[in-house]
């Protein structure tokens, strides 16, 4: 089965900073790759997906890049405020052959020091 | 805007007992799922459920669990005789399935003592 690993576990940046945290899968028919926001003790969120037939995506302060040859994808936040502190997991699935089980990494700790 | 809704909140309950986690997913959704995260842990699949049968499960859904739509708008997960190790939040999430977006719940905290 499909296999998601996530880098680093923990990032710790400076508010206006940068933030970049990248995935790896192991299945090559994984076609979905959504990001999700999770604060404490709250549900997931999704902030970006991607699909494989595109390699980058923004949507204003966040953007997703997916290498399909390499398999792996990676979630860039600039500029980056503390509300932006949260645990954020990616995540893989196969949208319209199985009905989309999405199979999620580690998680990443970001914390955005003001 | 539509929101995927659980209840309770937390549960909390003896080794051994049967729980029903309940949830509402958004109404147009035809896809529903159930995760799982144990604390500190990622998100794990657990099932999920399309046109009244199960489509796909993983290897923690065993025979101690079941999922039911018994109405029109309610999704529930039974665990039969629950474990110290089924202590998890638990997460519902639907989807539309012309798009692969899932929408989660605020999910239910189940503690076994």
């Known amino acids: 089965g499909e296999n998601v690993e996530q880098h680093p576990s923990t990032l710790s940046v400076q508010e206006g900073d940068s933030a970049v945290i990248k995935c790896t899968y192991s299945?090559?028919?994984?076609?979905?790759f959504p990001w999700y926001k999770q604060e404490l003790g709250k549900r997931p969120q999704l902030i970006i997906d991607?699909?494989?037939?595109?390699g980058e995506k923004k949507d204003q302060r966040i953007a997703v890049t997916l290498n399909k040859t390499a398999k792996h994808f990676s979630l860039h936040i600039t500029e980056t405020q503390p509300e932006d502190s949260a645990v954020y997991f990616c995540?893989?699935?196969?949208?319209?052959?199985?009905?989309?089980?999405?199979?999620f990494g580690q998680g990443t700790i970001l914390t955005v020091h003001p | 805007e539509p929101e995927v809704t659980q209840t309770p909140s937390h549960q909390v309950t003896q080794m051994g007992q049967e729980v029903i986690l309940r949830c509402v997913p958004i109404?147009?959704?035809?896809?529903f799922y159930w995760y799982r995260q144990i604390l500190g842990q990622k998100v794990e699949f657990l099932v999920s459920?399309?046109?009244?049968?199960?489509?796909?499960k993983s290897e923690i859904f065993d025979d101690q669990f079941s999922v039911e739509r018994p109405d029109g708008s309610n999704f529930t997960l039974k665990i039969r005789s629950t474990k110290l190790e089924d202590s998890a939040m638990y997460f519902c999430?639907?989807?539309?399935?012309?798009?692969?977006?899932?929408?989660f719940g605020p999910g239910t905290r189940l503690t076994v003592l």
């Open positions: 999430a639907s989807s539309t399935g012309t798009s692969n977006e899932q929408f």
């Open positions: 299945d090559s028919a994984s076609n979905y």
């Open positions: 991607i699909r494989s037939n595109v």
């Open positions: 995540a893989a699935s196969r949208y319209g052959t199985s009905y989309g089980k999405l199979t």
């Open positions: 109404s147009n959704h035809l896809y």
């Open positions: 459920f399309y046109n009244n049968e199960i489509s796909e």
